[in-house]
Each structure stands twice: as C-alpha cells, then as structure tokens.
C-alpha cells in the first residue's frame, strides 16, 4: 500500500500536443486509485504563486484532443533560485500535496529532480516536447503530431513550387535537434535536409540541387533545422542563390504552428500510456525518475541518468536513405 494520498500534476517549459491527453490520464488513473489529484497552473510558477485547482474525472472530459495545455505553462526563472524552490515547496506542503508529476522537457526535468533531491517529495517526469531531443524514451509526446504538422506543409508548398518550378528552404523547429527537420523531410520528400548535428556545407547543398536540376526535377524542398550550423533558411537562401539560381527561390519559416494542433493518434496513445504508467510508478514507490518508451515497451529511467546522456536519435539508416530516395 502507497503512503500517497494527493498528486500534483503540471506542464512546464514548451507546451506540446498530447500534454492534455496526459493530463486527462494522470487524473483518471489517480481517481481509480482513491488518490486526490490537484492541477498545478503554470508549472513551477503556479506553485510560486500558490496556484493550485482540484481535478475530479470531469475536469478532464473533452481535452484528450486539445493541443496546448488547460494547465497551462511557464518558464519560470524564480524557481531555479533557493528562494523560489522554498516558497514552492511550502505551497505544496501546505496544500497537502504529497507527490508530484511533471510533463515537459528537460528544463523541467531539472527543475523537478532538484526540487525531488532538496525537500524528499517523490517525482515523477513524463517526457513532452516536440523536439524528442531527451534521453530515456524513443519519442516524446508533441514529436510525432508536430512531424504530421510539418509534412502538411511540404505537401501544400511542394504543389506551388512544382507549378512554377522553384526551390523551397523550409525552416523547421530544432535548435539542437534535428530529429523534425530529419522526420519531416523524408515523409515529405525533401531534396535536401540540413541538421544541427551534422554539417552540410553550403558547396554540398548546391551540388545536390544541380543534380536534382540536371535530373528534369521541377522542384526542389530543403528543409532547414533552426539550429543548422549554415544559420537560419532565409541565410541558407541567399547563399545559395549567390552561386545557383537554376529556380526561383523562396523561404518558408514555419515556426511555432509546429507547436499546435489536435495530437495524432500516436500522441494521444503514447500520452496516455505514459500518464499512467506516472501515476503507477509513483505508487509502486518510485522517485525521480522518467517514464519513457523503448521499443513498444514503458520504461523508467533516473532522472539523473536522463539529464546526464546525451542520445543521438538520428538513426543512421534514415541519413543513409534520406540522401537516396533523394536523388
Ligand atoms: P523545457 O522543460 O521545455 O526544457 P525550460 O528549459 O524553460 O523548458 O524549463 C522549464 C522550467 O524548469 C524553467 O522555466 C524553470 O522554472 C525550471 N528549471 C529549468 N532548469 C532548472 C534548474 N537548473 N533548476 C531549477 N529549475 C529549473
């Protein structure tokens, strides 16, 4: 039997599609197990401020589908200081909360195994973010919606620019990953991809377009990392142009539409399962540690362990074939 009587649920950092679908999760399974939940409003902020709302099984109708989070979130810079954590954790206290469940990226990660070590609450992280750039699951909750999100875009741009026979750079989300722009740019047939872990000269990139040209290609999509090494889609553009102005060139900058929308399936799914195994990993005892997905199986993983590796998620069979099916 779990010592556990009432659980805090929050979304912290950068909000991702299926944050809601977890929400809805973690509140169902702690209800089926007697336990009160409470909605902490906007992550560690709201336990700042003392802001907190009780959860029953009907607060959570009708959001399994929602993008963005009815918790809402923050970035909050008073939280990483001795002061902020105090007043946090005394709100908690008082509310009576006795164990925590984060969703959020590594930020928040952080925050919670800090808040975890300091004051001995148990805690629990679920992995959303769209950039899947953390270790201890193969994907994160948002990644899969925002890849959906991002190949709509392709398909509608790829019909214009094959009309008139131009060249995209389409600039996606990643400032350190590139596991979008790789994703995205293989489902929606990209000529090219620029990655912020592997560097693409600008050389290279023409060589690849004048063959695509050579070829009778009657369009060409590169798509862009924000954090590739070359700068930004539009700096890309105008280098590019400076040597091959085989088409016409136009920049696309999709930006923070990848970060919305109704989940897919496979967000809605994972979210689920995730939040549940949460609330049961807290129950059978667990701390300060990550719920994620290998393979087809929920694992969980230390937070330490998380915050301290590094995984490379671009599978090198999918930068192989990314350049042949290119070509
Ligand atoms: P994400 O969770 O998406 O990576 P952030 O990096 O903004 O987003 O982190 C979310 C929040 O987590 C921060 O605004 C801050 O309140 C908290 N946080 C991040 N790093 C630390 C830290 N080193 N110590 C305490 N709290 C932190």
């Known amino acids: 039997m779990s010592s556990i009587k009432k659980i ?38 709201g336990m700042i401020d003392n802001n907190f709302i009780d959860m029953n ?3 959570v109708s009708n959001i399994l589908h929602l993008g963005g989070t009815i918790l809402k979130t923050a970035r909050c810079l008073e939280f990483k200081t001795e002061e902020g954590i105090q007043k946090a954790y005394d709100h908690v206290k008082a509310k009576g909360i006795d164990a925590l469940i984060a969703i959020g990226g590594d930020g928040t990660a952080t925050g919670a195994e800090r808040f975890s070590k300091t004051f001995g609450i148990p805690v629990i992280c679920v992995p959303g973010t769209i950039d899947n750039d953390l270790y201890g699951s193969d994907f994160t909750l948002g990644f899969d919606t925002a890849n959906n999100t991002v190949i709509q875009a392709i398909d509608k741009i790829r019909d214009t620019a094959d009309s008139h026979d131009r060249l995209f750079f389409i600039e996606v989300m990643g400032r350190d ?4 722009a790789l994703r995205s740019g293989i489902a929606g047939g990209a000529e090219a991809i620029l990655l912020p872990e592997k560097e693409t000269g600008i050389d290279e990139l023409i060589e690849k377009l004048e063959t695509g040209a050579k070829n009778k290609k ?4 590169v798509i862009i990392a924000e954090g590739d090494k070359n700068g930004g889609a539009y ?14 060139t136009k920049v696309t900058i999709l930006g923070h539409l990848q970060r919305g929308g109704s989940p897919s399936s496979f967000d ?4 689920s399962r995730l939040g549940y195994a949460a609330v049961n990993a807290l129950l059978e005892g667990q701390t300060r540690k990550m719920v994620g997905l290998r ?9 330490e362990e998380a915050l301290n590796q590094k995984e490379f998620k671009l599978e090198q069979d999918l930068l192989d074939m990314a350049i042949i099916l290119a070509i």
């Open 295 to 303: 393979g087809n199986a929920i694992v969980t993983t230390p937070l």
């Open 177 to 180: 990953s590139g596991c979008i």
């Open 268 to 271: 809605r799914i994972l979210a």
């Open 8 to 45: 805090g649920v929050f979304t912290s950092g950068g909000d991702a599609p299926g944050m809601n679908a977890c929400i809805r999760a973690i509140v169902r399974t702690g209800i089926y197990h007697n336990i009160e939940m409470v909605g902490v409003i906007q992550g560690y902020q």
């Open 218 to 221: 009657s369009s060409s999509i």
């Open 57 to 59: 099984s009907r607060s």
């Open 235 to 248: 700096d890309v553009a105008r280098r590019v142009k400076e040597k091959f102005d085989y088409y016409d």
